[in-house]
């Protein structure tokens, strides 16, 4: 597509429901990059897949958080028996290459856990 | 590791008066610098960056930056703010070549 493609656009769920958020990149673009964005604070970087593989998955919070990405393309993140403190809004980016440092992003998806 | 600060959460500013939104980062080795726009409830943009060459950068929507080496500073400039350009900047610093490295963000507030 024309845009990076993230949903769904707002998530509302119950702790301890499992999620799945979806990021459709920018055709070609074989960086892919995972952020989450709390209220009030920046970005902190989650997981970054170069094709389908995933050389820095650092930034996961915990092992309830996991991501793939399959084709080269569309990327899942998963968060499993979700906690309050993962309501945020999540950041997909992709890249064609780092060289330029254009990352171009999505526009979220926000995550509700009551 | 490079660190990035954006000294001010928020910058409240009349439309039509210059603005500046300041960022340091940590290392004084070839860093390549960028800003990126967030308008509310959307995704960021690129707004400008510096890879090398002139130290003053021309971005999008009028705005500019000054890469300043000896200060390790990358502030943000707008001589005429407009209402439109309510929005959260962030100042990223590449980190490898993969990896940005962001600063927390300024609010920037347009006072009619």
């Known amino acids: 597509g024309a845009g990076v493609s993230q949903s769904p656009s707002n998530k509302v769920t119950e702790k301890g429901k499992d999620v799945e958020l979806r990021c459709d990149p920018i055709?070609?673009?074989?960086?892919l990059y995972w952020y989450r964005q709390s209220l009030g604070q920046g970005l902190e970087f989650l997981i970054y897949?170069?094709?389908?593989?995933?050389?820095?998955k650092s930034g996961l919070p915990s092992d309830r958080f996991s991501a793939e990405r399959t084709g080269g393309s569309v990327s899942t993140l998963t968060i499993q028996r979700t906690q309050q403190e993962d309501s945020a809004v999540y950041l997909c980016?992709?890249?064609?290459?780092?060289?330029?440092?254009?990352?171009?992003f999505g526009e979220g998806s926000r995550l509700t856990v009551l | 590791a490079q660190s990035v600060t954006q000294l001010d959460s928020q910058v409240p500013v009349f439309e039509e008066a210059p603005v500046e939104l300041r960022c340091n980062y940590s290392?004084?080795?070839?860093?390549?610098l960028f800003w990126y726009v967030q308008y509310p409830n959307q995704g960021l943009q690129l707004l400008l960056k510096?890879?090398?060459?002139s130290t003053l950068v021309k971005g999008i929507n009028g705005f500019e930056a000054e890469f300043n080496k000896s200060q390790t500073s990358f502030h943000l400039r707008k001589p005429s703010v407009h209402i439109s350009d309510t929005a959260e900047y962030f100042c990223?610093?590449?980190?490898?070549?993969?990896?940005?490295?962001w600063g927390a963000g300024t609010k920037l507030i347009i006072k009619p």
């Open positions: 990223a610093v590449r980190e490898s070549n993969y990896q940005l490295i």
């Open positions: 510096y890879l090398s060459g």
């Open positions: 897949f170069q094709g389908n593989s995933a050389p820095d």
């Open positions: 055709s070609g673009h074989t960086a």
């Open positions: 980016a992709s890249s064609a290459g780092l060289n330029t440092g254009e990352l171009f």
């Open positions: 290392s004084s080795v070839s860093v390549y």
